[in-house]
Nanobody
Framework: QVQLVESGGGLVQAGGSLRLSCAAS????????MGWYRQAPGKQRELVAT???????NYADSVKGRFTISRDNAKNTVYLQMNSLKPEDTAVYYC???????????????WGQGTQVTVSS
């Protein structure tokens, strides 16, 4: 079984920065696409950023130029550096990973437990 464990959320003032981390752990697996989604109260979950195993990235328009996604394949870890935070970035942030498990061979989507990010004005 594979688990995603997130860390790094918290409370920050507008204009501040936070860095989220998400580590995948388990046996006999490979992380493919990884990314971050968020869900604000009363809203649907939305994509924030994704990164392929080769490093190609994709961002929501609302975070372009402020957030940076990166990954360390050796550690099966994805990061989200969030700068110039705004109150509208307040949400629960969820880590996502498309995982290939080798024994037996199959692909599954995994989600982290979520971490709260609150930006005060």
């Amino acid at each position: 079984q594979v688990q995603l464990v997130e860390s790094g959320g918290g409370l920050v003032q507008a204009g501040g920065s936070l860095r989220l981390s998400c580590a995948a752990s388990g046996r006999n697996f490979r992380s493919n696409d990884m990314g971050w989604y968020r869900q604000a109260p009363g809203k649907q979950r939305e994509l924030v950023a994704t990164i392929q195993s080769g490093g190609s990235t994709n961002y929501a328009d609302s975070v372009k130029g402020r957030f940076t996604i990166s990954r360390d394949n050796a550690k099966n870890t994805v990061y989200l550096q969030m700068n110039s935070l705004k109150p509208e970035d307040t949400a629960v942030y969820y880590c996502y990973a498309d995982i290939t498990i080798f024994l037996p061979l199959r692909n599954n989507d995994y989600w982290g437990q979520g971490t709260q990010v609150t930006v005060s004005s």
